[in-house]
Structures are given as structure tokens and as C-alpha cells.
């Protein structure tokens, strides 16, 4: 979870919707928390954010430009890019996304729903300890305040087809190549000590549409990744839980923005927070400029 000042906000401030639509695509990009509403009532056994003494990120802007210069600067080919998704419901406005979309964003205000799905959720399975190349999928343990929206993107870009689209001696390829044989706390670790992915980050989450917070700030706003695995299953990866979450099946032909991945994926993924639906979405897939 990206972890109370001013906001940072991208457009217009979300609404409400029936058909999960969002209201031109700009959505906030961060909701401060105000602690005399929602005081942190967690033991240190359910609240999986980093530490207050962690290594902090600057929140990343939910801006599909901002985004795709970030992957691109990482290593990512200029034949991918992030979009907005102006609806998740609405065939008309999810054709404007290229197909396949190799993996989808949601940006999400943290609430009492949420919060309640996670805990009983992850009470059920233990941490996560997969590593090698056998892995379906690749997985990081977020362990850098406010670095989730780079969590996000970092699950999108090293998972099924996109994988094949970072270039050869980049950063994220040194990065992959050394993150595959480590368990998840090194993994986590090497994250933390990768100078050029901080300087990456930096840049981009100061180059905004909106005034950049401070990096301890701390943000009641979070991004999670649906992507395909290698197994062809419909992965949620998500730094804050205890591992990668496999949701279903998806068939060949099948992405993340089929009516199974949505059904399975984001879709579900929103039913669950309740009657807050305000949330951001943007697919990684082909580029179109």
C-alpha cells in the first residue's frame, strides 16, 4: 500500500459507479488519510505495510504517460505502453485498449471492506516462498513505503508476454535476471538496493500533472496487478498480500480485459470493496503512438 497531507490528484475527483466506469479516465492519484478518521487499528500480525523506518518512494501518479516513460527508462520496448481504461464494463470503451492487454492496474482507495477481504483472505495460506524459473509468475514482496504503484507496474511488465518485451542488458533485465533464484525477502532486498530503480522512480513520481508529495507520507491509496501467467491462470499480484493470488483460468485466446479476466479479476476485485467504486484503471499493452 502506497503508505496525511495534500492530496495528489490526476483530473477529476472519482465517483461512484454502477458499470464501474470511470469519469474520463483522470482519476485521483492519491487520498491522504486523515488519522482522526481512520486510525491504524492493525496488530503488526495483519497490517503487511512497510515500516515507518523503511526505505520510502515518492507515490507514483496514476498517469498512463508518466507510467510508460517510467517502463521504457527501465528497459521495457517502445512497442508497449500503459492506457487508460475508461470503463471495465463498457465493450465500447474497452475497445479502445489494443489487444491482448498483457496485464491491468487498479488504483483503489484502502477501506474497512478491503482491509476485511485481505485479513480473512490471507489468514488462510502462509507467506509465499516460490523462487526459480519453475514460477508461473514472478513476485515481489513490497517492503519500500509508497512504492506500490512501482510494485504494480514491475508485476505488469515481468509476468507472461510482456516479460519478452524488456531488452537485453536494461536495467530490468539485470534486475529479473538477479530477482528469479532469490526467495521473496531477497528479492525484496535486492529492490531496495537497485540505485538505478530509486533514480528511475524518483524521476518520473516528480514529473507528474500534480504537486508530489513528501515519500513518508502516508497514502490511503493502493495499486494491485491482474496479469496472465505462464500457466495460463489469471494471477492478482499484489505486494502488500502474503504472495501472487491465482483467481482462474484464462483460455488461449483470453486476457485481462476478456469478460472471464474482468469477471474473475477486476470485476470481482470491485464487488468486494463494497459501495466505494471509485478507482483508477490502466492496461498495459500494445503501443498505439
Known sequence: MAN???????????????????????????IPQDPSQQPRTMSTATDPDPEHGAPAFIPLEANPQLMTTLIRKLGVSEALQLHDVYSLSDPDLLAFIPRPAL????????????????IAEDSLVDEYRGTGAGEPVLWWKQTIRNACGLMGLLHAVSNGPARNFIEQGSTLDDLLEKSIPLNPRDRSALLEKTPALASAHKEAASGGDTTAPDAHDDIDLHYVCFAK???????????????PIRRGDL?????ILSPRGLSMGALKFLEREGGDLRFSAVALAGAVD
Not at 501467467?229 to 504472495?243: Q, T
Open 103 to 118: 496485464a491491468l492496474l487498479l488504483v483503489f482507495p484502502v477501506n474497512a471492506a478491503y482491509e476485511s477481504h485481505r
Open 229 to 243: 501467467g505462464d500457466d495460463g491462470g489469471l494471477w492478482e499480484l499484489d505486494g502488500r498480500r502474503k504472495g
Open 251 to 255: 483460455e488461449e485466446g483470453e486476457d
Open 4 to 30: 496525511p497531507t495534500t492530496p495528489r490528484a490526476r483530473g477529476h475527483e472519482p465517483r461512484a459507479s454502477g458499470n464501474y466506469t470511470s469519469p474520463s479516465g483522470h482519476l485521483m492519484a492519491f
